[in-house]
Structure formats: structure tokens, C-alpha cells
């Protein structure tokens, strides 16, 4: 499976500032998405990274907030702007291959941001 | 909108004795899948279901797939202290390929 290199691997932030996380998958992959998970709580859908044109937001989720880039098929960034301390979470990169049969999703290890 | 719920929320179990958790999603899933997230990681893959009705092994790891795709479960048979941490259920609704989440169950096994 897909190696998935994300940084930084935690953070702490001012409110009101931006950071831009990144992931850097070791393999060409065509489906990546960004998820977050806040302290003892499930995984949820930020977007789907899409090379070559706007991420596809989930519903709660705006572009203006968490833009998203992607480049090329191993690269992406998302950026938490104008950050306040509700966006203290994990954000997790995610890609999606078929292994076996199965379509496998292989998380990063996470980015941890605090926002103070 | 589309909701994947799991029970029970935490399950404390002394070692050896079995574990079950359940997944219940408010629509019909083109596939189940299962993750472990260990304290401190992140979620790894265990298996895809995508069969109705499919049930699938893995040594002490049962897991299965309702007949109407809308509810899965794992059950761990003997427990042990390598068992420790969440398991999650996340599916894929029909025509899409991300996945949802469910809520996860927190499974402590003591020794």
C-alpha cells in the first residue's frame, strides 16, 4: 500500500493565523481526501483532493476555510485559515487505492493542531 | 444527512472474553469497510465488505454484512491486550466512492 508522508505532525497556532499542511504520497494515487478528527471523536470528511480542479467539499465545509490544492497525483496541501480554537483537531490525509480486490483507504499520520 | 452510527460507545472486557460491536447506517452502503485506530495512531484498514449478507473471517476477527447492506458488525472472539483501541466501521453510500465514518467503539481490554 501507498506510503503517505504528512507534515507538520503537530502544530500550535495563534488564533486568527492560517497553517498548510502537507501530503506527500510515495506513488502516483487517484483519489485522496482530507479528514478531520477531533479529540476522541470519529474520523469526518473534510474533501476529495481532485488533481486538476477544485476539491469537492462535504457539507459544513467551505473553500474559504480549508482550501485544498493538488498539484499532481502525489501531492496535496490543505490550509486551515483564519484559525480559531474549534479547529484544534487531527487532520488526517487519506488515500484511496484498490488492494485485493478491496478499495483501501491509508491514512497519514495525522497532523495535530492546537489553536490557542 | 448520511449518518453511520456504532454501538456500544466503549466496551471495557476482561482478556478472553468476547468483544461485539455494531454499525448501523441510516442509508443502503455499496461496501463496508472496517479500520483500527490504536491509541496514538491513525486508522488502518481491515477488511472490505460488499456482499449482502457476506460474513468474512480473520483468525479471531468475524465480521459481517447485513442482507440489506445497511448494518455490519465485528466480533472478537478471545480478547486480547493487542485488541485495544477504536474500531471503526465506514461505508460507502451508492454512486459514491468516499467513505463515512461511524462513530467508532472504544474497546479496553484488561489483563
Known amino acids: 500500500s501507498a506510503v503517505i508522508s504528512q507534515k507538520p505532525s503537530r502544530d500550535i497556532c495563534q488564533r486568527g493565523t492560517s497553517l498548510t499542511i502537507q501530503c506527500q504520497v510515495d506513488?502516483?494515487?487517484?483519489?485522496m481526501f482530507w479528514y478531520r478528527q477531533q479529540p476522541g471523536q470519529s474520523l469526518t470528511l473534510i474533501a476529495t483532493?481532485?488533481?486538476?480542479?477544485?476539491?469537492?467539499?462535504e457539507s459544513g465545509f467551505v473553500i474559504d476555510k480549508f482550501p485544498i490544492s493538488r498539484p499532481n497525483l502525489t501531492f496535496s496541501t490543505l490550509t486551515v485559515s483564519n484559525m480559531s480554537p474549534e479547529d484544534s483537531s487531527i487532520y488526517l490525509c487519506?488515500?484511496?487505492?484498490?488492494?485485493?480486490?478491496?478499495?483501501?483507504?491509508?491514512f497519514g499520520a495525522g497532523s495535530r493542531l492546537t489553536v490557542l | 444527512g448520511q449518518q453511520v452510527m456504532q454501538i456500544p460507545q466503549y466496551q471495557h472486557v476482561q482478556e478472553g472474553e468476547d468483544f461485539t460491536t455494531y454499525c448501523n447506517s441510516s442509508?443502503?452502503?455499496?461496501?463496508i469497510h472496517w479500520y483500527k485506530q490504536r491509541p496514538g495512531g491513525h486508522p488502518v484498514f481491515l477488511i472490505q465488505?460488499?456482499?449482502?449478507?457476506e460474513v468474512k473471517k480473520q483468525k479471531r476477527l468475524t465480521f459481517q454484512f447485513g442482507e440489506a447492506k445497511k448494518n455490519s458488525s465485528l466480533h472478537i472472539t478471545a480478547t486480547q491486550t493487542t485488541d485495544v483501541g477504536t474500531y471503526f466501521c465506514?461505508?460507502?453510500?451508492?454512486?459514491?466512492?468516499?467513505?463515512?465514518f461511524g462513530t467508532g467503539t472504544r474497546l479496553q481490554v484488561f489483563p
Open positions: 465488505l460488499v456482499k449482502s449478507g
Open positions: 483532493a481532485n488533481q486538476g480542479s477544485e476539491a469537492t467539499y
Open positions: 487519506s488515500v484511496g487505492q484498490v488492494s485485493s480486490g478491496a478499495n483501501v483507504l491509508t
Open positions: 506513488s502516483q494515487v487517484t483519489m
Open positions: 442509508t443502503t452502503l455499496s461496501n
Open positions: 465506514a461505508g460507502s453510500p451508492i454512486g459514491t466512492d468516499k467513505l463515512i
